[in-house]
């Protein structure tokens, strides 16, 4: 027996899949399909956010670079005021780390809810629902797997 995905939710072998306690041997399946739900705004504007965030703190060092440079002042003040929005600019190196990963994060996971169906004994099934696309993608690709394998073995 091979197993192809496996969490504390969800395990894929070569002879059934079982999710949330549920056992649904592959010989009882036939057919496997999925679904996408509607885009959630939640997380679009939360990508929305972080992008503002990237963005506040240099588009506030530009315009006190072209304030500093408007103003009519002494060269002292004009320095300083540069200087500090450069500082300002300067200082989102390290937090746009952060919020790069965070960004990466929300892409990775996906930005709607995904599920995947089996035609069990006749009866259309849904098997998992989540948001993650990447833990969906891994756990549609090894149910995809174990079909073909069942497929192939039967037909020997």
């Known amino acids: 027996m091979t197993t192809y995905y496996d969490d504390r939710t969800v395990r ?14 592959l010989a009882e399946i036939t057919a496997v399909w999925h679904r996408r739900d509607s885009r959630s705004w939640r997380v679009l504007v939360g990508r929305g956010a972080i992008g503002a965030a990237l963005a506040a703190p240099v588009v506030a060092a530009l315009l006190g670079i072209a304030l500093g440079l ?19 600019g300067l200082g989102v ?33 849904r098997l998992l629902r989540t948001g ?9 690709r090894a149910v ?4 073909e394998h069942t497929t192939t073995t039967r037909y020997r």
């Open 144 to 147: 995809q797997r174990a079909v």
């Open 70 to 88: 408007w103003l009519d002042a002494s060269l002292t003040v004009t320095v300083a005021i540069v200087g500090a929005a450069i500082l300002v």
């Open 93 to 125: 190196g390290p937090l746009a780390d952060v919020l790069f990963e965070h960004l990466d994060r929300s892409y990775a996971r996906g930005s709607r809810p995904r599920e995947l169906w089996v035609r069990w004994r006749g009866t259309p099934v």
């Open 12 to 25: 894929v072998t070569t002879t059934a899949i079982r999710v949330h306690g549920r056992t649904f041997p």
């Open 132 to 140: 993650d696309a990447l833990r969906f993608g891994q756990i549609y």
